[in-house]
Each structure stands twice: as structure tokens, then as C-alpha cells.
DNA sequence: CTAAAATTTTAGCGATTGCTACAATTCTGT
DNA sequence: ACAGAATTGTAGCAATCGCTAAAATTTTAG
């Protein structure tokens, strides 16, 4: 067992980065709802994420300085290239979770639930790991 | 309190409650220090965490004020008896995730660092699944 | 077309978590 | 005991994410 001083390795990774978490989530939501609507609009996401509209519009502003979607005063919401890479990922990462929470005999609410907060933190070889015990090998 | 937004269940619970990790985080900290040492100290904390000495004296006169930890100018940190409930209830589950991941195969290290990770994340319903994977069952 | 409704933006507040720089206190070694 | 080292506290800055209120713009309905 680690000593108690022991600070790196674990905590490396749990010194998380909120915002980046904050990004993944936005993009992945636009994403989602680009794929079930026309456009993207700052009310959608405030009702997605039971934030107000203007929270929603300081994040937005914030992911497009970051180049990961695109925006012009009272227009919709647009991912960048960069944009839809991440939201691809996350997708995929998300839906791992997802069917892995199912696959060890998780309800279906409570695995769309859990996968929302854990996906974050999991990393590429555990990953690979859910992967395989959910079946999703191809 | 609750703004009736009635939002996928999913984000009810993605809508993280960061300062609320942060307070798990650091009496977990404080819990595992003194099994360790006799003393915890601001500069502990701040080692472990990889923060300055500063943020954590902030983030213990939080913790104070919600009444999880005491201390006094100068003076080593120690919790309360609802602090030690809390540290005692986060490292079980701690525990139970990181076992899980290794009873699942992912390595050692790996599953440390995951385990920090999702442990805020696992409901009740699914740490009672990873325990009974993980053989954990008294 | 025009007025009302919906949506988006701006201004400004607070909480939390990070930092550096510096002051205050406690601890330690001689 | 006392000086220097270590530790802790204070002041003040920034970034992120919440909010309300009110202004600006776009959309919609009559």
C-alpha cells in the first residue's frame, strides 16, 4: 500500500480538469442534438443541462475561442472539425460506459445515469477493458 | 431549490457538485494521513493534492464552516465525528472501485488512478454491483 | 406590416478553486 | 534563548460556472 505522503500517480489524474469535463459534455450535447434537429441553439443546451440560457452563452463563447465549435451573435450553434472529433470520441467513450454498466447487470436508467459522470475519468486501457466485457469487440 | 426543469435524468446527476468532491476528497486525505502520521498539516494536503498551500488553507476553513473538519490557527487539522463518516463512507467506496477494476484485470497503478476518478460518480445501485463482482461481499 | 413572443446578449453579482507575494507564527538547531 | 527554517495566514489577482435583471435581436402571430 501507498504511503501516506505518496502524492503523484493517483492524484495526477484526479487534480481534474473541470473545464475540459465542461467542454466534452457541450460538445457531445451539441452533437446529440444536431443529429435530431437543424440547428443548435442556446436554449436547447440551457434545458439539456438545467442551466440558465446564460450560462450556456459564456460557455459557448469560451469553446469557440477554444476552436471547438463556431457561432455568430444570435445564430445557432455549428461544431468545428475539431469540434466533432471530440464529440465523436466522447460519444464512443460514453456509450462504452454505457453498454459495460449494462453488460455487469445494470439497469438502464441507472447505467445512462452513472455513465454520465463516469466517462470522464476512465482511462484508455480501462477503457479497452469495458470494451471487451461489454461485447462491443468488433 | 430544485428548478423544475424536469431534464433527462441522466444530467440531473451529470450536473456535478464539484465543491462537494473537493470536500470527499480532502477528509478522505486527511482520514488516510492520520492513520499515517500523528499530525495533518495544510502542507500535507497540499503535497498530496499538488496545490498550494494557500488553496488548501481556503478549502479547509470551507470544510470547517460545513462542519467536517476543525482546526485553529497554526494548528493541525482534524475531523469531526461527521467528517470521519464521510471519510469513512468515501474510502469504502473508494475501496470497492478500485478492487472492482482490479477484479475486472486492469492493472494496479491503472486501477488507482481510475478509481479516484469515478468514485464520486458510482450510485449506490452500481457500487452494490461492483462489490459482489469484486468478491467483496461479507 | 406590426406587435408580441422567443431568443440571445450584456452587465453585474457570488462561490469555488487556482496562483504569487508577503506577513505572521511556530518549530528547530546551536 | 535566539536566529533561521518551516509552516501557516492574509491580500489580491484570475478563470470557471452559477444566477437575475434588463437590453437587443430575431422569430412568429395577427
Same mark, same amino acid.
Request: hydrophobic share 35%; proline share 4%.
Given at each position: ?7 503523484? *500517480?493517483?492524484? !495526477? ?12 459534455? #457541450? ?19 440551457a434545458? !439539456? ?11 459557448? *463563447? ?9 457561432? %455568430?451573435? #444570435?445564430?445557432?450553434? *455549428? ?6 472529433? &471530440? ?12 453498454c459495460? &454498466? ?10 445512462a ?11 484508455? %486501457?480501462?477503457?479497452? %477493458?469495458? %470494451?471487451? &466485457? ?5
Open positions: 500500500m501507498a504511503k501516506a505522503t505518496n502524492i503523484s *500517480e493517483p492524484h !495526477r489524474r484526479t487534480r481534474r480538469d473541470h473545464a475540459s469535463e465542461t467542454a466534452e459534455d #457541450y460538445v457531445e450535447a451539441v452533437a446529440d442534438i444536431l443529429a435530431w434537429r437543424p440547428k443548435c441553439r442556446v436554449t436547447d443546451l434545458k !439539456r443541462f438545467a442551466v440558465s440560457h446564460v450560462t450556456v452563452n459564456r460557455i459557448v *463563447e469560451r469553446l469557440q475561442k477554444e476552436g471547438l465549435l463556431v457561432t %455568430r451573435p #444570435y445564430q445557432p450553434i *455549428e461544431l468545428t472539425h475539431k469540434g466533432k472529433r &471530440l464529440a465523436s470520441k466522447c460519444r464512443e467513450r460514453h456509450e462504452i460506459v454505457r459495460f &454498466l449494462l453488460a455487469i447487470g445494470i439497469d438502464e436508467e441507472t447505467a445515469i452513472d455513465a454520465e459522470g463516469i466517462e470522464h475519468h476512465v482511462s484508455p %486501457r480501462t477503457l479497452r %477493458r469495458f %470494451r471487451e &466485457l461489454a461485447g462491443m469487440d468488433s
